[in-house]
């Protein structure tokens, strides 16, 4: 049974970094493209950020583009994700996606596994 688990959300201030962090079980994790989309109430969960299983390769959505950073390392099956320069905007739940191609789609209808999620509360 795959499971993803998020951690290390909260509350910041705006302006302020916070990193959160998804360990995944159940899983061959170097065999999964991770990544991150988050979710306000009414709005349909949007992309954020994605690295590829295995060459590396991260991709940003426009919105958090060199402010957020993803990570992942195989050796512990967890996937971070970065955040810096943060806004009022960025206030969403935020939830880890696996999926079991090279690549992961930024779509939601392309995900195999989803987290359960994690609340980060921009303060202003």
């Known amino acids: 049974q795959v499971q993803l688990e998020e951690s290390g959300g909260g509350l910041v201030q705006v302006g302020g970094s916070m990193r959160i962090s998804c360990v995944a079980s159940?899983?061959?994790?170097?065999?999964?493209?991770m990544g991150w989309f988050r979710q306000t109430p009414g709005k349909q969960r949007e992309f954020i950020a994605s690295?590829?299983?295995?060459?590396?390769?991260?991709y940003y959505s426009n919105s958090v583009h060199g402010r957020f950073q993803i990570s992942r390392d195989n050796a512990k099956n967890v996937v971070y994700l970065q955040m810096s320069r943060l806004k009022p905007e960025d206030s969403a739940v935020y939830y880890c996606?696996?999926?079991?191609?090279?690549?992961?789609?930024?779509?939601?209808?392309?995900?195999?596994?989803w987290g359960q999620g994690t609340q980060v509360t921009v303060s202003s």
């Open positions: 159940g899983l061959t994790f170097s065999d999964y493209a």
């Open positions: 996606a696996a999926e079991q191609r090279p690549g992961l789609a930024q779509t939601v209808g392309g995900i195999d596994h």
């Open positions: 690295e590829t299983w295995s060459d590396e390769t991260r």
